[in-house]
């Protein structure tokens, strides 16, 4: 194993971009996968490879991860654009003169500035499939986190209606369900109405222009913030680490279906003695160099080009 460090970043035995450290920026946080940046009226979002699995983040990355997330975001940010505004200002952060240049090669393709906004604290998910704890709660309820839901339905199956299951944010650990009015109570109620309405439409035009590419959006999750008064959307948008991504010439309902997305990572981890209460195992090569291929499928199926 080899890892290359430098004083501002460091790289995997894979190339994987697993952390950042710039020096001559300040740190705002470090989320999961994302390294944020304060750069005076806006942010720097640097998308790294870090991938994590049963709330762990995993010691080794997949390399352009970031880059596919950072690229899908970008395209969906413009396709969705008349649906609502969103915080993107430059995926060119070059020719931002606030940004080093000797950081200039680590972040082509992974990185963008944004607008500030004062998220809000849900995440906000439309299902158009029962799969994952949708599929484990209906088993148990008949309904998806209160939403009766007709029965007979199998694993996998398409919904009648999308339908809309926010859920509380979390920097570590898991995000929790929550009903409706739990989140008025967060929000407002009339910001969380909206908040639904946005998410069932960004996923039904999500959806429908994926499907023209061969790829069922089964569920996603979209976060939002609040700028000089208007509501935009945030941080990513319909990548394979905030949805689950199908073939749509590999689905059948009643079985899980093989995915873009890192489920190929958790059924590894899965095999593994690996008991999600300490700290994780290194992904070996072979799960890496899959896991990469399946990420640069759904950016290419989706924008009809590879990466940038």
Same mark, same amino acid.
């Given at each position: 194993?080899?890892?290359?460090?430098?004083?501002?970043?460091?790289?995997?035995?894979?190339?994987?971009?697993?952390?950042?450290?710039?020096?001559?920026?300040?740190?705002?946080? *470090?989320? /999961? $996968? *994302?390294?944020?940046?304060?750069?005076?009226?806006?942010?720097?979002?640097?998308?790294?490879?870090? !991938?994590?699995?049963?709330?762990?983040?995993?010691?080794?990355? !997949?390399? %352009? /991860?970031?880059?596919?997330?950072?690229?899908?975001?970008?395209?969906? =940010?413009?396709?969705?654009?008349?649906?609502?505004?969103?915080?993107? #200002?430059?995926?060119?952060?070059?020719?931002?003169?606030?940004?080093?240049?000797?950081?200039?090669?680590?972040?082509?393709? *992974?990185?963008?500035?944004?607008?500030?906004?004062? #998220?809000?604290?849900?995440?906000?998910?439309?299902?158009? &499939?029962?799969?994952?704890?949708?599929?484990?709660? &209906?088993?148990?309820?008949?309904? $998806?986190?209160?939403?009766?839901?007709?029965?007979?339905?199998?694993?996998?199956?398409?919904?009648?209606?999308?339908?809309?299951?926010?859920?509380? /944010?979390?920097?570590?650990?898991?995000?929790?369900? !929550?009903? =409706?009015?739990?989140?008025?109570?967060? #929000?407002?109620?009339?910001?969380?109405?909206?908040?639904?309405?946005?998410?069932?439409?960004?996923?039904?035009?999500?959806?429908?222009?994926?499907?023209?590419?061969?790829?069922?959006?089964?569920?996603?999750?979209?976060?939002?913030?609040?700028?000089?008064?208007?509501?935009?959307?945030?941080?990513?948008?319909?990548?394979?680490?905030?949805?689950?991504?199908?073939?749509?010439?590999?689905?059948?309902?009643?079985?899980?279906?093989?995915? &873009?997305?890192?489920?190929? $990572?958790?059924?590894?981890?899965?095999?593994?003695?690996? %008991?999600?209460?300490?700290?994780?195992?290194?992904?070996?090569?072979?799960? #890496?160099?899959?896991?990469?291929?399946?990420?640069?499928?759904?950016? $290419?199926?989706?924008?009809?080009?590879?990466?940038?």
């Amino acid at each position: 194993m080899t890892t290359t460090m430098s004083p501002e970043w460091t790289l995997d035995e894979h190339g994987a971009l697993t952390e950042t450290r710039f020096t001559d920026l300040r740190l705002v946080s *470090r989320g /999961k $996968v *994302r390294d944020v940046y304060d750069l005076g009226e806006h942010l720097l979002i640097v998308t790294t490879d870090r !991938i994590s699995a049963f709330d762990w983040v995993l010691p080794n990355g !997949i390399p %352009d /991860k970031g880059k596919v997330l950072n690229q899908l975001s970008a395209f969906w =940010f413009g396709v969705l654009a008349n649906v609502v505004a969103n915080h993107l #200002v430059a995926t060119d952060v070059a020719a931002d003169p606030r940004v080093p240049s000797r950081y200039h090669p680590l972040l082509i393709g *992974r990185a963008m500035i944004v607008l500030k906004a004062e #998220v809000f604290p849900v995440e906000c998910v439309a299902r158009g &499939y029962l799969i994952g704890s949708g599929w484990k709660d &209906y088993r148990k309820t008949g309904a $998806v986190c209160g939403i009766p839901l007709p029965a007979g339905l199998t694993m996998a199956a398409r919904l009648p209606e999308p339908i809309f299951t926010p859920a509380t /944010k979390a920097q570590s650990g898991h995000d929790e369900n !929550i009903d =409706f009015a739990t989140m008025g109570r967060l #929000v407002g109620a009339d910001v969380a109405a909206e908040l639904r309405r946005l998410t069932l439409e960004l996923y039904r035009e999500g959806t429908a222009l994926a499907e023209r590419c061969g790829i069922i959006i089964a569920d996603t999750k979209f976060e939002f913030g609040r700028h000089a008064g208007r509501i935009l959307l945030v941080d990513e948008a319909l990548t394979p680490d905030s949805s689950r991504f199908w073939p749509a010439d590999a689905y059948a309902p009643g079985q899980s279906p093989p995915s &873009y997305d890192k489920q190929f $990572v958790r059924d590894w981890l899965e095999r593994t003695p690996w %008991d999600k209460n300490s700290a994780p195992p290194r992904l070996p090569a072979s799960v #890496v160099v899959q896991t990469r291929e399946k990420y640069l499928e759904a950016l $290419v199926r989706l924008t009809s080009h590879g990466l940038c």
